[in-house]
């Protein structure tokens, strides 16, 4: 399984990239392969002129294309996710969560900004056609203390819960999904078929 990782908080050090990390590393275990963008890897030209033939959108096309699943995850910022990653989102195609299962995260000061996931997020999730959308998570900053040194980041006990059952709920819907027939294999059972009028 290829879960395609993005972080939408444009700071090198954020709450939603510690649930992002959490997520890889419970991922990994599973023995999922996880690849990881944030939108500061992006070259800010690219987003802002809308480059869609910029070689990072390109890859990162390519590796959703190839992804089972994505795990997406923002601060929130005037209750809505990141501008960042929506300049990221509009690269996309309309149909580029096609065939995907996608778990929403978000991260903010207070719980008046709980719904962002809901209102903001999932509506642009859905307009890219996600196959099914887990419900989201969202974590306030309180719940998530930064490691100080080499010291992993932590979680609070129930956060770290929610994440852990949402994760296996991540994992049980990519290995249930229905994988995408090839066109040229339908076209040669269509031809093959033996047909009775």
């Known amino acids: 399984m290829l879960v395609v990782s993005i972080g939408g908080s444009p700071s090198q050090r954020s709450r939603s990239g510690v649930l992002l990390d959490h997520s890889q590393r419970w991922l990994r275990e599973q023995g999922v392969e996880v ?4 939108v500061r890897d992006f070259p800010a030209e690219d987003l802002l002129h809308a480059r869609f033939d910029s070689p990072k959108v390109i890859d990162l096309l390519q590796q959703i294309e190839n992804a089972d699943g994505l795990l997406i995850a923002t601060p929130v910022y005037k209750a809505s996710f990141s501008g960042a990653l929506k300049t990221v989102l509009d690269l996309l195609p309309e149909r580029a969560l096609d065939h995907k299962v996608v ?3 978000a991260t903010g000061g207070s719980i008046a900004h709980m719904l962002a996931v ?3 997020l999932k509506p642009v999730l859905s ?4 196959q099914e959308m887990l419900h989201g998570i969202f974590a ?5 203390a930064y490691g100080e040194g080499s010291a992993q980041a932590q979680l609070a006990p129930e956060l770290e819960q929610r994440l852990s059952e949402s994760l296996e709920l991540f994992l ?4 249930r999904r229905p994988k995408p027939i090839d066109p040229n294999l339908l076209n040669e059972r269509l031809l ?5 009028i």
């Open 118 to 120: 809901d209102y903001a």
């Open 127 to 130: 307009a890219l056609k996600a």
């Open 192 to 196: 093959s078929a033996r047909w009775s």
């Open 140 to 144: 306030v900053d309180s719940q998530i």
């Open 35 to 38: 690849v990881s963008y944030q």
């Open 172 to 175: 049980i819907a990519m290995a």
């Open 103 to 105: 778990l929403p995260m």
